[in-house]
């Protein structure tokens, strides 16, 4: 970092000037790593902290649909697509410009409607694709955004944009913004969980801490076995363990108190205490076993499709993280690099995903009501963006970031409503468009945090997961 150089040259010259140089420096990064009205514990750097104003959820659990599903395949219903079916785009669809890109690039001139049928469910009489059976049955539970937009309609930037609130990496991820912002409920455990076999394009940037201290990046447990590689030390070495840690931590704090600010050697001590800390906490959360037979069933753990296995375990670890305090757990569907990414064969993918993921889904949120978790616990899902109701390939779909739905669950938020609107065939937002930043704000307010007071002091600018201050608002009608 280039503070962290400065400083060593600094420490290291002696010079008349480096005293009151570098208290400065310290006092600036010092207040910069704390959220208004909070202190950070650099040794403690996960310790709970008190949100700006009453929280409606205090957990997070992310279920990141990678690859860009259709939603109007799945939750938006379209009528007028289904009619026209086949047919050449309508010119008035044709009129407006694309900010982004050229939404009809690469694709044939000509509507396609999906082969799945639609139903109407719950009070609220909301139709889903038959996709979703077991969604469905929770639709009442739902708070549906239907008119969501993207700045970029490729996989990486759009992702990036969706976890992190830029289409460039290199920012800090939402879930390590929440957890600098909130610490965590359980010192046992990382703040912040990732559960993928696959994650998004463009890798770890998508979860990164960037310029946030160490402690609040995000760690992947693993959905089989133990959770984390090389927990348990060799037998021969574990009645010293302790004092051997012990040792090793004098030496790093006597290294540390040399280089007073440097928030990397800092975080370095705290993660070797919460490695220790770790060795029985997550080996219990691993242990799915335990969990009745008619829990694991419902998850669809002994599926015989495997993905649907491997993803109903990784909602379940979910369930058990957030259950011991886990503040963000954030879960990829894509068992492999393509998700619902179907250009060619969007049939072929849409039911392979929706049967992937569905079921487990709705176990999830049945499991989190039953135990009085949902209350606390905001759910989300959202893919980086949407896809064409124009034909690609043989019967495929292409990118779009012009409009598409998420949904998001508990929390706090209003269940069974549906906020905005695509125009009648599902290509752009039409009613009430709402942007990631928007999205993100809703979460961090859902969370007691005000996304303005939100914010880390790098290279003399305040940055924010929302970016400028007021450039932002919450979406309407989610948060009741």
């Known amino acids: 970092m280039l503070l962290s150089s400065r400083r060593e040259f600094l420490t290291q010259t002696g010079a008349g000037f480096a005293g009151v140089a570098l208290s400065a420096l310290l006092a600036q990064e010092l207040k910069a790593a704390a959220p208004r009205g909070a202190s950070i514990d650099p040794l403690q750097p996960l310790a709970e902290r008190v949100s700006h104003f009453a929280p409606q959820a205090k957990q997070v659990i992310f279920l990141f649909q990678y690859g860009g599903p259709s939603t109007f395949d799945l939750l938006d219903y379209k ?37 799945w049928k639609w139903r109407q469910y719950g009070e609220s009489g ?32 759009a992702t990036y944009l969706m976890n992190t609130g830029a289409i ?16 965590s409920l359980n010192q046992n455990l990382p703040g912040y969980v990732l559960l993928y076999k696959v994650g998004g ?9 960037a310029f946030l201290p160490a402690a609040f990046q995000g760690t992947q447990f693993r959905h089989e076995g133990s959770p984390v590689l090389n927990l ?51 080996l219990d959360i691993g242990e799915l076993s335990l969990e009745t037979k008619e829990t694991q069933d419902a998850y669809g753990l002994h599926d015989a499709n495997g993905p649907k296995a491997l ?6 670890l979910s369930r058990r993280l957030v259950e011991k305090g886990v503040r963000f757990v954030q879960l990829y569907n894509a068992v492999d690099k393509l998700g619902w990414d179907g250009h060619d064969n969007n049939t ?54 012009y409009g598409f739905t998420i949904w998001m669950a508990g929390g706090g938020v209003k269940a069974g409503s549906v906020i905005g609107s695509t125009d009648e065939i599902g290509l752009r937002a039409a009613e009430q468009p709402q942007s990631v930043k928007n999205l993100h704000a809703t979460i961090l307010t859902a969370l007691g945090l005000h996304p303005d007071d939100l914010f880390f002091e790098f290279n003399g600018r305040q940055e924010r997961l929302t970016g400028v201050a007021q450039s932002w608002k919450t979406i309407p009608g989610v948060l009741g």
Request: net charge neutral; with cysteine; proline share 6%.
């Open 79 to 115: 009528p007028e697509l289904i009619k026209l079916d086949g047919q050449k785009v309508p010119e008035s669809f044709k009129k407006n410009p694309d900010r982004v890109g050229g939404v009809f690039n690469h694709c044939k001139d000509e509507l396609m409607a999906g082969p």
């Open 126 to 157: 909301q139709w889903v694709s038959e996709l979703l059976p077991h969604t469905a049955k929770h639709i009442d539970e739902l708070c549906q955004v239907r008119s969501m937009f993207s700045e970029s309609s490729n996989h990486a930037p």
């Open 168 to 183: 460039l990496g290199g920012k800090p991820s939402l879930g390590s913004w929440v957890t600098y912002g909130l610490g």
């Open 201 to 209: 394009l463009g890798g770890s940037q998508n979860w990164s801490n």
């Open 232 to 282: 348990q030390p060799p037998a021969e070495f574990a009645d010293v363990q302790r004092s051997t840690l012990d040792f090793a931590q004098t030496l790093n704090r006597k290294h540390a108190a040399e280089r007073p600010g440097v928030l990397d050697l800092d975080g370095r001590i705290a993660s070797y205490e919460l490695a220790y800390r770790m060795q029985s906490a997550a």
């Open 311 to 316: 993803f109903g375990r990784m909602c379940l």
């Open 348 to 401: 072929d993918y849409h039911n392979r995903n929706a049967a992937q993921t569905d079921q487990p889904i709705a176990a999830l949120l049945s499991d989190l009501k039953q135990r009085g978790l949902l209350d606390t616990t905001l759910v989300i899902w959202a893919g980086e963006f949407g896809r064409t109701p124009m034909k690609q390939g043989n019967n495929g779909r292409n990118h779009n970031p």
